[in-house]
């Protein structure tokens, strides 16, 4: 409730991704997801949606989509859905943004440098530190895994892990867990890079000289963190459920682990951003689009958590 008793309304901006995939269609399968205090608007091309009465906002293709079929043509539209969510959040026309999933690759080949929706997001909202983060209901409970370094080549993450970014990493994901989430006092584990954590230095040292550093610097801004910890280890469910989030050095080193416990329950979270954005767990899945065989879970899950930390705020 508001301070006058009136409740809020929220109104939820939907990007459907790739018109080839699946993401129109768990689009408009995902809306059952929504609550009596909340609106979604579909961001697209109305003719993807045209045997359902729903809320559009058109953005035309530029040229026909068939399921399956990639074309590079419409690499531009898709970001354009993009960028009219994110003004409308920045503006305050939409509450919060979820996004169905959208073809890297494509885009690359039409000649936008592009390495996905986090590092997008980021730049066109001018945040100076995002986080990507997947959470999910794991069999022991949930499961929150944050990202140090997002998409990179696997050669290029040692480089990329620098003290003061990983520092920053680890404060926008305490403060977003307190401030979004409603956690009080987060319990955070942060992994290793190399094997065993580096074996005391035998195995790499980049524990020794990178991340030990940030999670001393940490702790002496009041975070809960524990590490570096081994990765094969720490989500061992009788460690996992100790904390509240896992930070991983890089991308499959922690998102491998999540999809094996939550894939179809998991949500993509944007941390840092100055608005809500949730997305799915998963990619396009050309193969499937258009035979009606596409599970909206992850997307409705998305539309949930978007509105869960809506109303929180």
Not at 2 to 22: L, Q, S, W
Not at 63 to 80: E, H, K, S
Not at 281 to 296: P, R, Y
Request: hydrophobic content about 50%; charged content about 20%; some cysteine.
């Amino acid at each position: 409730m508001t301070d006058n008793g009136v409740r809020p309304h929220f109104r939820i901006a939907i990007t459907t991704g790739e018109p080839a995939g699946i993401g129109p269609e768990i689009s408009l399968a995902a809306l059952d997801a929504l609550d009596a205090d909340a609106d979604a608007i579909l961001i697209g091309d109305r003719g993807l949606f045209a045997e359902r009465a729903v809320p559009v906002e058109h953005i035309p293709l530029g040229v026909a989509a068939a399921p399956g079929v990639l074309d590079a043509r419409n690499a531009r539209y898709v970001l354009a859905t993009l960028e009219r969510a994110v003004v409308g959040c920045l503006r305050g026309e939409f509450d919060a943004m979820v996004t169905a999933p959208v073809h890297k690759g494509i885009i690359n080949d039409a000649g936008v440098a592009f390495t996905g929706h986090t590092e997008f997001l980021a730049d066109r909202a001018g945040a100076p530190t995002v986080v990507m983060m997947l959470a999910g209901a794991a069999a022991w409970g949930p499961l929150r895994v944050a990202l140090a370094t997002t998409h990179l080549p696997l050669a290029q993450v040692p480089a990329a892990l620098v003290t003061d970014k990983l520092l920053a990493t680890i404060d926008v994901l305490a403060r977003d867990l307190r401030e979004k989430f409603g956690i009080a006092k987060p319990r955070i584990a942060a992994c290793g890079l190399n094997p065993h954590a580096g074996e005391g230095g035998y195995l790499g040292r980049e524990e020794i000289d990178v991340i030990v550093p940030a999670l001393k610097a940490a702790r002496a801004l009041g975070i809960d963190i524990e590490g570096p910890m081994p990765a094969d280890t720490v989500f061992v469910p009788a460690i996992a459920q100790r904390f509240d989030a896992i930070v991983a050095m890089y991308h499959d080193q922690g998102l491998a682990p999540l999809k094996l416990a939550t894939f179809g329950r998991g949500v993509n979270v944007t941390l840092g951003l100055p608005f809500v954005r949730t997305s799915v767990d998963h990619g396009t899945a050309l193969d499937i689009a258009g035979s009606g065989a596409a599970d909206a879970g992850s997307m409705r899950a998305a539309l949930k958590l978007a509105l869960e930390l809506v109303r929180r705020q």
